[in-house]
Structures are given as structure tokens and as C-alpha cells.
């Protein structure tokens, strides 16, 4: 292998996209952290062809999906074209996916992939009434309590004043695609 995990190859680089690969040959694993901005001009073509040449030698690929900013209607068309090719080739894992991807797979499915595709964690967002400031949380799908279709996050407290944190939106709606 060509690769090593200290230093990253950056694939795509834009103004407004950005991918890094770090890939570690004697683990078999790479991590792949697209950034920024997701349309119709977004270059999943290299990012595709990268990850064709890579697999071979991997056991598994970890998307670190905590910085996708934003995603317009034909950037998500071109990323689940881009998923259903990527998933094919190697095993595939999600991590600290970012609001906008959660809040678009409550409504379209296999933003997130297919079952194929394991979920490690994802961002949810908290707010602090005291010190009226929003935070993110990394949770993992089995921190999320639920019962009868109804969706419990798990509690936090504010690193500031330690008042308890509220969940910033609509648990029902925000976790629905877990189902
Ligand atoms: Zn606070």
C-alpha cells in the first residue's frame, strides 16, 4: 500500500468541498472526512474512483460525516448514487453524522445507506437556556430510549453552569430515522 495513516490525502479540494483520506495499511482501515458544501458540483467521481482503487486491500471504511454543512436536492441525488456504488465495494461504517444528513434521512431513505452500512454515532442538537447557547452531542443509536414510537434523548448537562441541557428540537421527528 501506497497509504499511511499519517498523512492524509486530500481528494477534491474546492471552495466549498473537501474530502481527506487517511488510510492505515496495517489495520485495514480508512477513515474518508468529506467537508463543506454537497451539489451538484461536488466531485463524488475521484472520491468513487479512490475508494475503488483502496478497497481491495481494506477491511472497512469509517465516513466521518460530522462536517457536511449542507446538502441542496441534486448534491443528495448525487450522494446516494455515489453510496449505493461505494457500498458495493467495501463495508462501510458512518460516524458523528452531521444534522443536515440526519434531518434528510428522516425523509429520504438511505441517505444514511442500506442496512449494509453500520451506524456508529451521529450529531444532536442541545441548548442551554441559562447560558442560551447551542451545543452538539455525539450519540450513539442505543443512547436513544424508545418506546411505543416515541424517541427519549439522552440527558447532558452544560459544561458551563451545569444546568440540564434541552434537546433542540423535535425528538419524534429528529430520531425518526432510526426507525
Ligand atoms: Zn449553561
Redesign the pocket.
Known sequence: MLFDMSIPVTLAKGDRFHVEALVNSETKKAIIRPTGFIDENTDFDSLLEYITKIAPGLQEMTFDLGHIDSLNSLGARAWLIFLEKAEALIPLKFEKVSEVLVDLAGIVPNVLGTAKVSLCSFCAPYY????D?RTVQILTPSAIHREKGAFTPPAF???????E?EFDGHPDEYFGFLK
Open positions: 442551554c437556556p441559562k447560558c447557547r448537562t452544560c459544561n458551563e453552569c451545569k444546568s441541557l
